[in-house]
């Protein structure tokens, strides 16, 4: 399991961005909110290497990425009640019907982040995909009802402008070809059940 205190030298809220892409929000958000760590999550060494090269050139020093899988990452390597906030951006919808189990909120992942987060902890969701809007409501939606989440607001990034939400390079792209934007969040419970 990853020792976060030891990897970013102090111990401060993580916060986790889930496929952070060529790293818009995690980079600004980082900046924004020195008195948190973050850590991107990203399997493109394209975009991977893009972001290394940003964070050093912004000389951030509370963020940190990972080029690797995340749903292997989180229960090999992210310890119980670590994480302060899940961040997932226009996750890959995977449109077609028979690839829908690829995408990465559904209930075992869901699972998996309620084990990392703290109580009080959040998941932060944004897609422009109707259908995986659906499939991440009801999958949160199921997990409220079970007493393992609470509802909550969606928490708007730093920098994002009016009519954003995250700030990020995808979301950029869809709100300028007029797409609507979907969002949802979920807290772990203070105290379960
Ligand atoms: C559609 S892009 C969105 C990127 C960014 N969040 C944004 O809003 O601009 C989805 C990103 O998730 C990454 N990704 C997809 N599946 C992943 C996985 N299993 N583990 C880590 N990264 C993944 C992709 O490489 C890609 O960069």
Same mark, same amino acid.
């Given at each position: 399991m990853a020792d976060f205190a030891q990897i970013y030298g102090r111990n401060a809220p993580l916060h986790v961005e889930i496929g952070s892409g060529k790293g818009a929000f995690l980079l600004s958000e980082a900046r924004a909110r020195p008195e948190c760590n973050f850590l991107g999550i990203e399997w493109a060494s394209k975009y991977y290497l893009h972001t290394v090269d940003r964070i050093g050139r912004w000389g951030l *020093?509370?963020?940190? @990425?990972i080029r690797t899988d995340v749903a292997a990452f989180l229960p090999e390597c992210v310890p119980d009640a670590s994480v302060a906030a899940f961040h997932i951006y226009f996750p890959d919808p995977w449109p077609k019907k028979r690839h829908h189990k690829r995408r990465f909120v559904c209930p075992e992942n869901t699972d998996q982040m309620i084990r990392c987060l703290q109580p009080g902890g959040l998941i932060n969701i944004a897609t422009d995909h109707a259908g995986y809007f659906d499939q991440i409501r009801s *999958?949160?939606? =199921? =997990? @409220?009802a079970a007493g393992r989440l609470q509802p909550a607001e969606f928490v708007r990034a730093a920098a994002a402008e009016p009519g954003e939400y995250v700030a990020t390079n995808y979301e950029r792209k869809y709100l300028k070809t007029g797409k609507p934007i979907f969002t949802a969040a979920a807290r772990k419970p203070q105290h379960p059940d």
């Open positions: *020093t509370n963020v940190r @990425i *999958t949160l939606d =199921a =997990a @409220i």
